[in-house]
């Protein structure tokens, strides 16, 4: 039972270039969720998506993009890397858009150079 | 602005000992309270969801409360075992769309020494 799953699980990035960050789930969920995690601070929502074809913004939406194809598929691009997005990201799903335990992926530790 | 507040940020315990983690928040509108568990270099897990309703929810050794009027949710884990020590994180929904979006405390790092 494989859950969900990051990859890459590390990056180093140059300023300016771009990558896509891979989150799949095998649990049929219909909610995903990409957070970010930085030092002294609480895990902040990037964006979300609640079902194939459906995305919106979260608290720091800025620099990256989504979509959402498939339910298993959720991944992160980031168009134009800056030291300011080095953190580990972490992609997380549910059963429902509403309630329910949300399953986080082990994250993507990223550095931008 | 909201926010989530746990306190303290890191905690040490011996082996055996009842201990209560907190999580303070502002915005008494809430509709779910969850704790989860971070260890080191991994993902989060869940570990008790209390739904608005709710004033309490509890899985073998934890318990965890809600009171909305105080702005205060409380995790109760009893007997601590050194396979406790890890950081908790509390999150409380981020906003009023009626998806999973939450928003975290920045966690209490807990170490129950043998």
């Known amino acids: 039972n494989a859950g969900v799953t990051q990859t890459p699980k590390f990056q180093v990035l140059k300023t300016g270039q771009s990558m896509t960050l891979q989150c799949a789930q095998d649990m049929n969920h219909e909610y995903m969720s990409w957070y970010r995690q930085d030092p002294g601070m609480g895990l902040r929502l990037i964006h979300y998506?609640?079902?194939?074809?459906?995305?919106d913004q979260g608290e720091v939406p800025n620099g990256y993009n989504v979509s959402r194809s498939t339910t298993e598929d959720f991944p992160l691009r980031l168009l134009s890397a800056a030291p300011s997005q080095t953190s580990v990201y972490f992609c997380?799903?549910?059963?429902?858009?509403?309630?329910?335990?949300?399953?986080f992926g082990e994250g993507s530790r990223l550095t931008v150079l | 602005k909201q926010e989530v507040t746990q306190i303290p940020a890191a905690l040490s315990v011996p082996e055996g000992e009842n201990l209560v983690l907190n999580c303070s928040f502002t915005d008494s509108a809430i509709y779910n309270l969850q704790w989860f568990r971070q260890d080191p270099g991994k993902g989060l897990t869940s570990l008790l969801l209390?739904?608005?309703?709710?004033r309490e929810q509890t899985s073998g050794r934890l318990n965890a409360s809600l009171d909305k009027s105080s702005g205060r949710s409380t995790l109760y884990i009893a007997a601590s075992q050194p396979g406790d020590s890890a950081t908790y994180l509390c999150a409380r929904d981020l906003d009023q769309t009626g998806a999973n979006n939450l928003f975290f405390g920045t966690g209490t790092r807990l170490t129950v020494i043998p």
């Open positions: 997380a799903s549910s059963w429902s858009r509403g309630t329910g335990e949300l399953f």
């Open positions: 998506s609640v079902g194939a074809g459906i995305t």
């Open positions: 209390i739904q608005s309703s709710q």
